[in-house]
């Protein structure tokens, strides 16, 4: 098959599967893909995050902080 055929039937393939789900957004992953896989919701129904994805937030806050710090103060 050449490029343009595989284009134009992933293209196709892409618009088929977006019609079988139309209720499916982009903020609708986000917050599949933000959820704890283990448990995502808790006993009250509230979204739970994934503990990976926060502590990895957590860190790049730290590592900004550091490199703001030692890019403001001057020795």
Aim: charged share 25%; net charge negative; hydrophobic share 45%.
């Amino acid at each position: 098959m050449k490029a343009d055929t595989q284009l134009g039937e992933m293209h196709d393939r892409l618009v088929d599967c977006h019609r079988q789900n139309p209720k499916e957004g982009l903020g609708d992953a986000l917050l599949i893909w933000l959820e704890d896989p283990l448990k995502p919701r808790d006993e009250h129904g509230r979204l739970q995050v994934n503990p990976i994805l926060l502590l990895l937030t957590i860190v790049l806050a730290l590592v900004f902080g550091v490199f703001l710090f030692f890019s403001m103060v001057r020795s």
